[in-house]
């Protein structure tokens, strides 16, 4: 429920930035941040946690925010600031959405004793029971404020002190707000993963709980493909394989300048899982986790909605992450690959947000990446340290030159017709989807199909071979 909520509440900040989104989402963040903690208190009933707390949770404890950001960006980005005292002049919130749950412009850029000039970001804590409120909302990246020292802009996030009281705050808004201020350098997604459901492949929103922008009360660090674009892995930790060989994969939370802590295979052929839904991955990041660190917290147990408790396995083996760049126009969307994908024994339906549990690919288990003819194999884990892998790319095989890879469709995006050119003589049959898998229409050995009735948006033609039986998926855009 919880969870819906926050998830509202980004997909509200993702239509708004949506537009800017790639302007920052491949901008390094490297360096201290600035923030200002600004608690408000709209309940006064005594539940306040101490300010000597929270200062510790976000800058002085083992577990503080401001040690997770270090060891996640390898000591390259830190945060710095200061805490305020309690806020207790605001009229009291109610109601749902951003406006009634979290302090207005108003009153947070009339803060006398905040310098907003040296700020990179304002951190709002909000102390509410106000129903119906998600745990925490942010920026994607700086916004513009018109404040009492003058015009700046800065990061804002929002924290809702009912999700976390009573427990440790240094423990839990380490991750909880952790996740919030990686959304506010410029990190608009969710680590998502691929599960298979009812025997098919769906997406499971938030999925890869390896992730802090994943499962992030349970969460960890970022993975690679995150870390790449804010600048924390550089080319020097990075390598891009194209050829059959065995390659060295060291743990992603360590500090290892130079040494390889992640995988990109650049896909020949995209890697359509579903094809009824929009993600498509043209490259893959692959990753190991060493368990150290922050890290530590993967080992747990996940309490289940029939009230048993399943143990989360450790992932000393291969993480598959597939980067989604199609979804949005401007930036690529990290989603784990469930590498076994039926559900474990005494799990059952319950188990389902936690399906992704069991992703990683263990010793001697094999990958086959379809449409591409490449498989990964795990053949050694030091635990803890690193793994060895096997990428194998084999040549194309004759069925890739068959007739039905020989189409050629176009244009793409489509205004008012598709056409379909076949270079070899052969009967098909061509059937129209729209994103939902609904049927549209249905054409034998056509060249042409008219979409000028269609509405703008993505389409799926199946095209299959009549003789062999053999089936192509074409994602087609129309756009007029
Ligand atoms: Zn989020």
Request: hydrophobic content about 35%; glycine content about 6%.
């Amino acid at each position: 429920m919880k969870k819906n909520i926050i998830f509202l509440f980004v997909i509200f900040l993702l239509s708004t930035y949506f537009s800017i989104a790639q302007e920052y989402v491949n901008e390094p963040l490297l360096g201290t941040q600035e923030v200002a903690v600004v608690p408000f208190d709209y309940l006064q009933d005594g539940n306040e946690q101490s300010l000597a707390d929270l200062d510790s949770g976000f800058f002085s404890s083992s577990n503080s925010v401001k040690n997770f950001i270090e060891e996640i960006s390898y000591g390259k980005a830190s945060l710095n600031g200061t805490l305020y005292p309690y806020r207790t002049d605001q009229p009291p919130l109610f109601g749902t959405g951003y406006t009634n749950c979290y302090p207005l412009d108003q009153d947070i850029i009339n803060q006398p004793d905040v310098d907003y000039s040296i700020i990179d970001g304002i951190i709002l804590l909000v102390h509410s029971n106000t129903s119906g409120c998600g745990a925490g909302v942010s920026s994607f990246n700086k916004l513009p404020f018109s404040t009492v020292d003058g015009d700046f802009e800065f990061r804002r996030s929002g924290f809702r002190t009912d999700f976390y009281f009573p427990y440790d705050f240094s423990r839990i808004t380490s991750s909880t707000v952790a996740h919030e201020i990686i959304h506010s350098f410029g990190v608009p997604y969710h680590s998502n993963a691929y599960i298979k459901n009812n025997g098919e492949w769906t997406l499971q929103g938030y999925g890869n709980l390896f992730d802090i922008m994943g499962l992030r009360s349970q969460a960890s660090h970022p993975c690679s493909l995150t870390k790449q674009q804010k600048g924390w892995l550089t080319d020097n930790e990075i390598e891009n394989v194209s050829i059959t060989g065995t390659y060295r994969l060291h743990a992603l939370e360590k500090t290892l300048p130079n040494q390889t802590q992640a995988l990109i295979i650049d896909l020949p052929n995209e890697l359509d899982i579903q094809p009824n839904d929009a993600t498509i991955f043209n490259k893959l990041y692959l990753e190991y986790r060493g368990l150290t660190g922050f890290d530590d917290r993967t080992n747990r147990n996940v309490p289940l909605s029939d009230g048993s408790v399943h143990t989360v396995q450790n992932p000393h083996g291969l993480l598959i992450v597939g980067a989604d760049c199609e979804t949005n126009n401007d930036y690529c969307v990290p989603v784990l690959i469930d590498t076994h994908p039926e559900p474990l024994g005494d799990v059952g339906a319950n188990y389902d947000p936690h399906e992704a549990s069991d992703a990683q690919l263990n010793l001697g288990e094999i990958y086959q990446v379809e449409n591409n003819n490449i498989s990964i194999e795990v053949v050694n884990v030091e635990e803890g340290e690193y793994i060895d892998v096997l990428i194998d790319f084999t040549p194309l095989s004759i069925e890739e030159h068959s007739a039905l890879s020989a189409l050629s469709i176009y244009p793409n995006p489509a205004s008012n017709y598709i056409y379909i050119d076949a270079t070899k003589e052969f009967s098909f049959t061509v059937k129209l989807y729209d994103i939902f898998g609904q049927h549209i229409s249905s054409h034998h050995n056509t060249n042409s199909i008219n979409t000028s009735e269609l509405s703008d948006g993505i389409y799926f033609l199946e095209i299959e071979d009549s003789k062999s039986n053999q089936k192509k998926v074409e994602k087609i855009i129309v756009k007029k």
